[in-house]
């Protein structure tokens, strides 16, 4: 019989540890080796992943369905006019936006937003190849840079938020996320549009942004200005 | 009369009661409002044996042994013809329910070593209920490994048949026809932590003497209940104080056994939450300042007639014309998005005391303990559970964090008390 010398509780024979407080436990008295059965078994009952796998390739085979008679239809009686790429490539679109991550085995963020982001390009990059004139290159130089950037940014997101912070540098991420994704929107679009670098439009929300970033981060680092805007903003 | 029994007999499908109506809506992939109740015997469980007396017992239990089907307006649980399963114990209880699982049981059977375990999905019963169930599978296991064991207290006889008022939803029979309340809602205070691994649960069982805590509790003037949760509630306090943040409400949420109130035998659903609030923004509190609030405001709050008012307040959703004839699964989307955004946010924590469950004493001899188990929060962090059977009594935490905290300033603020503890936990 054992008792923590911190918490005063007495403990199962043969624990090595509180487990209220992980102070270790020195019994000289009690005989080493004694076969103590803990209060609960080692296994741990994790349930089969649910029904996701399943459900996904049944949402697969709908998906097809529609997709297979619309191509039929097309090469049948319009084979002058391939509309039936629009509805093809939407429903690609939607299978790998929302159905291909529940067919992963091991859940890997990083590939996920890699394969949406080159079927979010893929499925742009239909509609620039057959509606728009060859002198138009909006795709190379507007919608790829920007599909890159959003998705590169999701990808930085959510390496930031794997970890646990505190709200405020939270929200300091996120605006800083928002800030930098329209600065390079406008940038993009202006060099398209003017072959020019910059970034006049998004200067508003810059600086708004700007002036909430010095604000959250003034927060975060001053307890006593936290603990003022507490007591002053009480609801 | 005979008709009734009849009727009980052979029927094959029964309404959920009004509280059962909630938690299929809540249930998630990773949560089910479930309650575990244990019972350590002297000697190791036989698994065989264990599932002989399940299946024994089930045709006494009618609204056990079933399975939860969809209506296109309620969900409804009809009769289950499969045989109960019964599980090797896991290192992680109170595991979510899936309906289509363990052969479309809403209850699973557990042994380890001399313990036999119980969890039950809240939709089926509450923890009296529970407890009835599980004692009387108990003491059938122990007929037949030889023991005689007679009928009582909770023990029920299972040659007999089950009885109407058993399964009656005593929430209509007994809500106000006149009262009405309208619940306040709070946010309080929630104590934050590491958050456990999906579907693992950090358990920490304090086995105590009942003598000792009713003696202390004597001392203060309070019952057992009301000096434990008072515990609770003070060190949380005591807790937010020291986070130093904007000091919320600290809410402990009781649930009590209405059935000590009114005449009602059922097996089913019956108790209802008293949430007890206290503004730590008043002032500093003593011990014994929240154990006086505390004991007061249950006292003032736990009588027949504001509990009535309080099940009409329930069965207001069930009552309401608009509501019967919303499609189901819209019901249970509203059901989960409120219980999402707002349930748990209204409580620090829970404690709940069965109290002292009443067997046979020939049954008693073979039994040390009996374990009551709450399924972990989704906010609250250790929610506790207490349950006591000869003169021990044991208090389990069902935290969703790995810091343990509260359960050791909570069994060291007994220890200060004098009150001996000993401890086991599923993190050893």
């Given amino acids: 019989m054992s008792y923590c010398v911190n918490c005063g509780v007495e403990l199962s024979a043969g624990t090595k540890k509180c487990c209220l407080c992980d102070t270790p436990v020195i019994n000289p ?29 049944i949402i697969s085979i709908l998906l097809l369905i529609p997709n297979v008679v619309c191509v039929i239809t097309n090469f049948l009686f319009t084979p002058e006019l391939l509309w039936s790429i629009y509805v093809v490539s939407s429903s690609a679109m939607f299978w790998f936006l929302f159905v291909f991550p529940f067919i992963m085995k091991r859940k890997l963020p990083y590939l996920i937003v890699a394969v949406d982001a080159i079927a979010t390009a893929a499925y742009i990059f239909i509609f620039y190849y057959y509606n728009s004139p060859r002198t138009d290159n909006w795709f190379w ?9 959003v998705f590169v940014c999701i990808a930085i997101l959510i390496a930031f938020f794997s970890k646990e912070h505190t709200k405020a540098v939270s929200a300091i991420a996120l605006l800083t996320s928002v800030t930098v994704l329209c600065i390079l929107f406008c940038m993009i679009i202006n060099l398209h549009a003017y072959s020019v670098i910059a970034t006049y439009i998004t ?32 609801y | 009369m005979k008709k009734l029994k009849k009727n009980v007999k052979n029927k094959t499908w029964f309404k959920l009661d009004n509280a059962g109506t909630v938690f299929p809506g809540q249930n998630t992939q990773t949560w089910s409002n479930v309650i575990r109740a244990s019972i350590n015997l002297k000697e190791e469980v036989d698994p065989e044996l264990l599932a002989i007396a399940t299946k024994r017992c089930l045709p006494r239990f009618p609204t056990m042994a079933v399975r939860l089907r969809n209506g296109f307006f309620w969900h409804y649980i009809e009769k289950n013809p499969e045989p109960p399963i019964i599980l090797p114990d896991a290192n992680n209880p109170c595991l979510r329910i899936k309906f289509n699982e363990d052969n479309r049981y809403m209850f699973r059977m557990f042994y380890y070593k001399n313990r036999i375990s119980l969890e039950i999905f809240h939709a089926l019963t ?18 037949l490994k030889g023991y005689d064991i007679p009928v009582g207290g909770m023990v029920l006889d299972i040659n007999e048949e089950p009885k109407p008022e058993e399964i009656e939803d005593s929430f209509v029979k007994y809500a106000s026809k006149t009262g009405k309340e309208r619940l306040p809602l709070f946010k309080t205070y929630h104590k934050i932590g590491t958050r456990m691994p999906k579907h693992t649960t950090n358990i920490t069982t304090g086995y105590l003497r009942v003598n000792e805590v009713k003696a202390k509790a004597k001392e203060y003037g309070v019952t057992i209940t009301e000096y434990l949760a008072g515990i609770l509630m003070y060190l949380h306090i005591q807790f937010q104080k020291a986070e130093g943040k904007k000091q919320k409400d600290v809410c402990m949420q009781i649930p009590v056994n209405s059935r000590n109130q009114f005449p009602s035998k059922t097996l089913r659903n019956f108790s209802v939450n008293y949430n007890l609030r206290i503004d730590p923004n008043w002032g500093d509190y003593t011990f014994e300042e929240v154990l006086r609030h505390l004991s007061l405001s249950l006292r003032l709050t736990n009588n027949p007639k504001h509990l009535s008012v309080m099940f009409a307040a329930n069965l207001s959703m069930e009552k309401n014309p608009f509501m019967r004839f919303l499609p189901l699964i819209i019901k249970d989307l509203a059901v989960g998005l409120v219980f999402a955004f707002g349930a748990e946010k209204t409580t620090t924590s829970v404690f709940t005391n069965l109290g002292v469950a009443k067997v046979p004493d020939e049954m008693m001899e073979h039994i040390e303990s009996m374990v009551l188990m709450p399924t972990r929060g989704q906010l609250n962090g250790a929610r506790v559970g207490a349950a006591s059977i000869g003169n021990v009594m ?35």
């Fill in chain 1, 29 to 57: 008295n009690e005989i080493k080796d004694t076969e103590c059965s803990p209060a609960f078994p080692e296994r741990i009952a994790i349930p089969q992943s649910s029904k996701n796998k399943y459900a996904a390739i």
């Fill in chain 1, 141 to 149: 130089t507007v919608a790829l840079p920007i599909d890159i950037v």
């Fill in chain 1, 203 to 234: 200067m508003i929300i810059g600086i708004s942004s700007f002036i909430l970033l010095i604000f959250f981060i003034a927060v975060e680092k001053n307890k006593k200005l936290y603990s003022w805007l507490s007591r002053k903003f009480f």
């Fill in chain 2, 126 to 143: 509450d923890g009296f209920g529970a407890c009835v169930f599980l004692n009387t599978i108990t003491a059938e296991y122990l007929r």
């Fill in chain 2, 394 to 428: 044991a208090v389990t935490f069902s935290n969703m964090y790995k810091e343990t905290d509260v359960e050791r300033e909570f069994f060291r603020f007994l220890v200060r008390e004098g009150i001996h503890v000993k401890i086991e936990s599923n993190m050893q």
